[in-house]
């Protein structure tokens, strides 16, 4: 594969030292492995190739792999989610948690200036936060398969829809004409900043795009959904 390709993958990524399924794909894994969750929709995921949709370790992988090649690479810390870092743990008052009536225990997830962190301890009227993402330090093993490659220009909107918001084409209807891309949704709003990531990303990458028009379109009585 190349920069900039666009397919869909597969994938089960383990955590090295003990084994244990952090991300998959496939719905049938899942059950079997014991890690199903109905909240998740399951099935292969579209990305661009070298445009970081994915860690990096596993897409410099991608660009050693053709299509319907199945692969198991390792990824090592500093190309997966980074070493883990002190300076990533942080002592926040618990005062600034209360003002917000949050009140926080051991093991949650908070959220601090649009950073998650997970509680570790409370002592003092003070709270140990690590901000370090949950994998940092891991070395990784991923069990890669590259399903298929899309070329066709309509065909990758709907990749980058079903990436960034999750649409297919039952609520999106993509139309092209010279070379003015229209996107219909129906009953549904998209957020602006997941608008933005979508035209960001079509301009930067379909090059036969000069123009994008958004539509939402709603039935009588259909209240809009987010």
Same mark, same amino acid.
């Given at each position: 594969?190349?920069? %900039? =390709? *666009? !397919? ?9 030292? @003990?084994?244990?399924?952090?991300? /998959? ?69 618990e005062t600034e948690f209360?003002k917000q009536n949050i009140?926080?225990?051991? %093991? =949650? *997830? !908070? ?9 570790? @301890?409370?002592?003092?009227?003070? /709270? ?54 229209e996107i219909e949704i ?41």
């Open positions: 594969m190349q920069k %900039g =390709d *666009f !397919v869909y993958i597969s994938y089960v990524g383990r955590i090295k030292e @003990s084994g244990e399924i952090f991300d /998959v794909t496939s719905e049938e894994i899942a059950k079997k492995e014991g890690v199903y969750n109905p909240e998740i929709k399951y099935g292969d995921i579209p990305i661009i190739v070298g445009a970081g949709f994915v860690i990096p370790g596993l897409d410099e992988e991608l660009e050693k792999m053709n299509v319907g090649e199945k692969k198991v690479v390792e990824i090592e810390p500093k190309r997966a989610f980074g070493e883990r870092r002190e300076d990533f743990i942080k002592l926040i008052p209360k009140n926080v225990k051991v %093991g =949650d *997830f !908070v959220n601090v200036n649009g950073i998650t962190g997970r509680v570790l @301890s409370i002592n003092a009227g003070r /709270v140990r936060v690590d901000f370090n993402h949950p994998l940092a330090g891991k070395a990784l093993v991923y069990e890669v398969e590259i399903k298929k490659q899309v070329t066709d220009a309509k065909e990758k909107i709907y990749a980058i829809l079903k990436y960034f918001s999750n649409l297919d084409e039952s609520v999106a209807n993509v139309k092209i004409e010279n070379r003015e891309a129906k009953g549904l709003q998209i957020a602006n900043k997941v608008k933005e990531n979508i035209v960001k990303t079509i301009f930067q990458w379909i090059k036969e795009i000069n123009k994008i028009r958004f539509s939402e379109v709603y039935e009588k009585g259909e209240k809009p959904k987010s």
